[in-house]
């Protein structure tokens, strides 16, 4: 897994963590419009999430997960691609990557079926941390 002679292996949790995304795209392409519909919701009533307060609650934590995932992994992302272009992907910054995608996977597993906050918070919290451990992990190295 070699382009231009840098491993590329620290892009392959970037690729998980879209796949993810997208499957939790699909959920949500599914689940809102059955929900809405079952509600008598009218369409323009999607214009603004905050609105929807009448869906069920599966509904409502399919797009919240949604929604995550495309906030914090934004972070995650530039710091992959960062990685990978200072030629800084070693086997500790690969694992903090995978660790990260592993927990926010976790994440949206809790949030899509018993959505128990508190563990939520706990696996949101370590994600974090690694994302932490990442961006350190390259500042140390650019500075060393």
Do not use: C
């Not at 809102?32 to 009218?42: E, G, L, N, S």
């Not at 399919?62 to 992994?73: F, I, K, R, S």
């Amino acid at each position: 897994m070699f382009l231009n002679g840098q491993s590329t292996a620290i892009l392959v949790p970037a690729l998980a963590l879209v796949t993810l995304s997208l499957s939790v795209w699909v959920a949500l392409v599914t689940v809102r419009p059955r929900a809405m519909i079952a509600a008598r919701i009218p369409w323009q009533a999607a214009r603004h999430t905050a609105d929807l307060t009448e869906l069920p609650g599966r509904a409502r934590d399919v797009a919240d997960n949604y929604n995550h995932l495309m906030e914090q992994p934004t972070v995650f992302y530039g710091l992959v691609f960062y990685t990978y272009l200072a030629g800084s992907a070693d086997r500790t910054s690969i694992t903090l990557a995978w660790g990260y995608v592993l927990l926010r996977a976790l994440h949206s597993f809790v949030q899509l079926s018993r959505n128990w906050v508190p563990l939520r918070f706990w696996l949101f919290l370590w994600s974090t941390l690694l994302l932490w451990g990442l961006a350190a992990q390259n500042l140390i190295k650019l500075f060393a």
